[in-house]
């Protein structure tokens, strides 16, 4: 069993060359607060946004089937939901750490991408 406890996060990608023109969309026309994002990430392009109750983030992405574009959910018992869904046969795809967090993805059976994750 999984205890979810919220929607952390929402993950939405733009073309290459396009973060920029979309982080002025977004703080711009949406109004959005920026927020920094993790340093473990900066190797990458993108934006983090403080919303009521969950973050956005943005990056870059060259359209394929297997998308980065995610919904995280924020659980306590990330170990015990790890075991859930591989008893499931749920295929788990490691993440980059990030400090304060643990934190792992899997997809759906229909190629949506998932991530649970933990802080501590």
């Known amino acids: 069993m999984i205890n979810y406890q919220r929607i952390d996060h929402v993950y939405v990608c733009v073309p290459p060359g396009k973060v920029d023109e979309a982080n002025l969309f977004y703080t711009g026309v949406m109004g959005f607060e920026p927020k920094m994002r993790a340093p473990e990430l900066y190797k990458s392009s993108g934006y983090w946004y403080q919303l009521p109750g969950l973050e956005l983030h943005i990056g870059t992405e060259n359209?394929?089937?297997?998308?980065?574009?995610?919904?995280?959910?924020?659980?306590?018992?990330?170990?015990?939901?790890?075991?859930?869904?591989?008893?499931?046969?749920?295929?788990?795809?490691?993440?980059?750490?990030?400090?304060?967090?643990?934190?792992?993805?899997?997809?759906?059976?229909?190629?949506n991408r998932i991530e649970l994750l933990e802080y501590h």
Do not use: C, W
Not at 70 to 76: K, L
Not at 84 to 108: K, M, Q, W, Y
């Open 63 to 111: 359209p394929s089937e297997i998308s980065k574009r995610h919904f995280a959910m924020q659980v306590t018992n990330l170990h015990d939901a790890r075991t859930h869904l591989e008893a499931n046969g749920i295929e788990i795809v490691e993440e980059v750490p990030i400090s304060g967090r643990d934190r792992f993805a899997f997809h759906d059976p229909y190629g």
